[in-house]
Every structure is written in structure tokens, then in C-alpha cells.
């Protein structure tokens, strides 16, 4: 299993705070993925000083096919 990134480990009220200019959906589970596989695909990014993990256009892709919606196979027709 791939090790907790470190602003996991921190208080997530701090980690809120930061994000409060940005907008963002912080999933603990994600339909079509497995944790290991999205993470070691994903990009490590800082966004206002705070790490974050971006999943890779290939788990995004995985994600909208599992999920089905209609919105998310709409989504599906505009990512390159």
C-alpha cells in the first residue's frame, strides 16, 4: 500500500483552511479505482503552499466510465 501522504497527517482544520480559496472534491473512495494504482498514477502539486495529489486523466477517465451519470459520461467527451 502506498504511503500516507503527508498532508494527511496533518489537522485537517488547517488543511481547510487552505483550501478555502480553491475549489476542490477530496474523495476517500472513488468507484473504478483501486487507492494504490490512482496514487502512484496521480501528480504531486502544491496548491497555496499545501500539497495535493491530482489523479491522473487516465483514474479521471476510469472514475466517469464506473460512475455512469450522464453528467460524467458528458465529461468524458471533453477530456484530451
Known sequence: MAPVPEFAK????????????????LLTKVSG???DEAYHSSESIVVDG???RL???QSLRKAKIAAGRHRDLDDLEHLS
Open 33 to 35: 479505482l483501486e487507492f
Open 10 to 25: 496533518h489537522d485537517l482544520t488547517e488543511l481547510s483552511q487552505q483550501m478555502r480559496k480553491i475549489e476542490a472534491n
Open 55 to 57: 489523479l491522473s486523466v
Open 50 to 52: 499545501a500539497p495535493a
